[in-house]
Each structure stands twice: as C-alpha cells, then as structure tokens.
C-alpha cells in the first residue's frame, strides 16, 4: 500500500491537489527535466492522483519538490488529466495556500520554481496571493479559424506560461447556462488550428482556448472569460495563465497601460485583479492577484489489488 499525502484546494472555483510527500523522486537538476522525467517515468502516478476514481477531469496536480535555485522556497510541476502543464497560475496560488496552512510560509515575498522559470509572489495576513508570472507575450493577431458552419472567428495567440488562443468576435453569450456551446465551440476551434499547424512558439500546441465576453458588472470585473483546457475540462477559476496572455494582447494593442489594473471574470463569478511591468515593446511581466482556500487534507492510498489503482484515463 503506497500512500500519498495531499492538501486539496480551490482558486476561484478551480481545484488544485497539492502533493506534499509521494514515491516520486527526481534526477534532474532543473524544473524542465523533473517535468520530462515526470511524464516519462511518473506518468501512472499522475494518473492516480487527479483522475478518476481519485480525481477528475477538472482537478490539477502540483507536486513540490525541492528548489533548483537558492533563493526559492520549493519547486513545483504542474500535471492534469491528460499530461503536464508548464505553468498553472491558480495552482500556484493553491500552492500558497496549502503551504500557508502546513505553517510551511510566512506573509511576505517568496520564490518557487516552475518548469517555465522561477515566479515571485507576495502572501499577505487575508491570505491574499500576488503573483508575478513569467513574462508573458502574443505572437499572432486576429488568426481567422472557419467553422464548419462557415463561420469565421477571429483569436491573438498569446504565451502566459501556457499557450492561448484568445477569442473576442465568437458570438456566443459567456454565461455558465452555456457552457455546453462554448465547450462544442472552443473544442472546434482548438481542432481546427491542429489541422491547420497553427502552434505557438518552438512548434508546442496551442492547447487552451480562451473566449472573452462582458462582465457580469462593470463594477465587478473589465470582462469575463471561458477557457477550454488541454484535457476538455473548462476552468472555473478566471485562468492566471490565460490572464496573463490576455494582458499580454492588450499591452501590444496599446489597450491597457503599465500598472493599470484589470480585472478578469471567470465563468462562475470568481475574479482575478493583474496589472503588468512592460519588459520589452513584446513582452511583459504580468501580476496577477488571488485567493485559494483549503479544502481537503488527506492521504491517497494506492492499493496493488485495485485494478482501478493507477487511475482510469479516457
């Protein structure tokens, strides 16, 4: 019997199980290679702890590690129901809480290594995460991608730790009544840009779909957002990721200045506050602001005699 300690959380709606202590061990001496070894050699467990009967397919996995650099707190490699992920910012901020309750972090500014880079991020007393995501960038305005209605929607793609497509003109009322047309949409939409190899830099997949609608209120958000994740789940956090590509685009599009505030609605009501420091007349250092709460705090056991045991996949 194998045992598995987690601290379960929810940002904003959307869960992360954070694995405090596991059979997993590394080799490598960077985040990039945990991540590789991680899925070469570690895949059943990720199976186990975030799919079915365990999980499910909107749960996210972060397993710390030790740190690579001397000044992070630990190191993280983020995984889901289908494979990894290179940077998940609600995870992170999952991370942070489960942290703050283990007593395992202070208030105060911290470091943790991701397989994208190492982020920053400031804990307040509320519990309050700001975190500073690695520098953030669009790559392609307005790609045109044809329905098979006939259709024609338009996207940026975008880089915010995961890649985006990020999509204003598809037409659809972003409502939580909808989700099953804005899934069918942006399912459609991620196939046809694999049949037309549109990919993000380095030739990696454009694996997240974001639709941008109003906000509930103007008084509670700038927008609201539906994202389509790798593994056909919808995030019900605003995404930190997908925050930080969007206001990637709207830096390069001159629609929103340096230090000003946006904030973003996700499709269940939860907010993220992010603001950016420009880098270059391409990039930026987003920070994007949240909350996570805590709760689960448990053991997974991994019984050899369930055949369930390693998780079930579809």
Known sequence: MERIRVIDTHTGGEPTRVVI????????????????????????????????????????????TEPVEPTSLAGVVFFNNVGT???????????????????????GTHRIDTPVGTVQFDLSVEGIVRLQNVPSYRVAADVPVRLAT???????????????????????????????????????IRAVLQEQDRVGNNGEVIDHIELIGPPSSPHIADAKNFVLCPGGAYDRSPCGTGTSAKIACLAVRGELQEGAVYRQESIVGSVFAASYRRLTAERVEPTVEGIAHVNGDGELLLDASDPFCMGIQS
Do not use: K
């Not at 596991?22 to 799919?51: K, L, N, W």
């Not at 940077?87 to 942070?96: A, K, Q, S």
């Open 21 to 64: 202590s596991s059979p997993i061990g590394f080799d490598g001496a960077s985040m990039a290679e945990r991540r590789a070894q991680f899925q070469t050699e570690y895949d059943h467990y990720r199976r186990a702890i975030v799919c079915e009967p365990r999980g499910n397919d909107v749960m996210v996995g972060a397993l710390l």
């Open 85 to 107: 992920l290179g940077m998940c910012g609600h995870g992170l901020i999952g991370v942070v809480a489960a942290l703050r309750f283990l007593e395992s972090i202070d208030v």
């Open 150 to 188: 006939g259709q024609v929607v338009h996207g940026d793609v975008a880089w915010g730790g995961n890649w985006f497509f990020i999509c204003h003109d598809h037409g659809l009322a972003v409502e939580l009544a909808n989700v099953r047309q804005l899934e069918s949409l942006s399912r459609e």
